[in-house]
């Protein structure tokens, strides 16, 4: 698997173990069978002291044993759907009882900032920023269910006339970190009107008033560093309150109706969560055939 994540155990003894893993996508599956079954997975795990920085981690889990604490991040998996969050936490919190469970929106730096070293250390601060390209309404990325995307709107609330939508891919850097140079490219994005979709980010402009509130499910690099980006605008992270949005876009945003903690989400979960245990004990099989296979006569 070539998905990376850290896996941090923090001992009781305050001392950490750095851990790698090559399945980050649905590592927020594994949380679902509660920490007993997490740690038996160490031995699998590669421990070489590689932190990978903030461009390669996608996703990342911290255990502290003695405080109970769990911190997770993921860039993909049913806890950045906007459909599936909800229950995705229900059944990681029920999985972990008497736990402080956390989401880390700003990944990899926050889980080196818990045990007390430089997040410096995993940032990019030289890399090159990938612009997401705006999508038209009829684009294949957008007949999911689930659309890893970003929409963008953008208008003052009471305004007639100034009311806009776009999408945003959500395979590139998130657009908020572009600055207010992002308002240059919306007037060449094509228009969705009222955007129904289940995506898993957005970001509302109000020109006029210099205001920004932007959301995600998923973690997201510099959380906490956009509104320097963005010098005299007023700006505000949501983090996961997506309902925000939907609130001062006056409607712009507005994803079709679902259940966030219903059944048929609670089922959707669980079965994935099945297939993804099928998938890593074939893996854990295929692995323990290699290692012990007798070696092919010599000549």
């Given amino acids: ?29 594994d949380l679902l069978d509660g920490p007993e079954v997490v740690l038996a997975m160490l031995p699998e795990l590669r421990q070489d002291d590689w932190w990978l920085d903030e461009d390669m981690a996608q996703g990342g889990v911290l255990l502290h044993l003695g405080q109970k604490v769990l911190l997770f991040f993921a860039w993909e998996g049913p806890s950045t759907e906007l459909r599936h ?13 008497g736990w402080k469970v956390r989401w880390l929106y700003d990944g ?14 995993v940032r990019r601060p030289g890399s090159v920023l990938s612009t997401a390209p705006f999508l038209a309404p ?7 269910p689930d659309p890893g995307d970003v929409v963008v709107t953008a208008g003052t609330v009471g ?20 600055g207010v140079s992002l308002l240059d490219r919306l007037a060449d994005a094509p228009e969705h009107g009222v955007c129904r979709l289940h995506v898993n980010s957005g970001i509302h402009l109000d020109p006029e008033r210099h205001r920004l509130g932007w959301w995600s499910l998923a973690s ?9 980006l963005w010098p005299g605008w007023t700006v505000e992270f949501w983090q996961d309150d997506w309902e925000r949005h939907v609130r ?42 290699l290692r012990t296979a007798p070696a092919p006569p010599a000549g």
């Fill in 138 to 144: 009829d684009e294949e990325d957008l007949a999911g």
């Fill in 108 to 121: 990899a730096a926050e889980l080196r900032k818990y045990v007390g070293l430089d997040p410096e250390y």
């Fill in 1 to 29: 698997m070539g998905d990376r994540a850290n896996v941090i155990v923090v001992r009781e003894n305050g001392t950490h173990e750095l851990y790698r893993t090559g399945w980050a996508v649905g590592i927020d599956l």
């Fill in 159 to 178: 305004t007639a006339g100034t009311d806009h939508c776009h999408v945003a891919s959500g395979a590139f850097d998130h657009p908020v970190r572009e």
């Fill in 220 to 228: 997201s690099t510099q959380t906490y560093e956009i509104p320097k």
């Fill in 248 to 289: 001062a876009s006056g409607g712009r945003f507005s994803p079709a109706p679902f259940d966030p903690a219903g059944e048929e989400a609670r089922v959707a979960v669980l079965v994935e969560a099945e297939e993804r245990r099928i998938q890593r004990a074939r893996h854990r099989a295929q692995v323990t055939h």
């Fill in 85 to 97: 969050r909800a229950t995705t936490f229900e059944l990681i919190r029920t999985a972990w009882q």
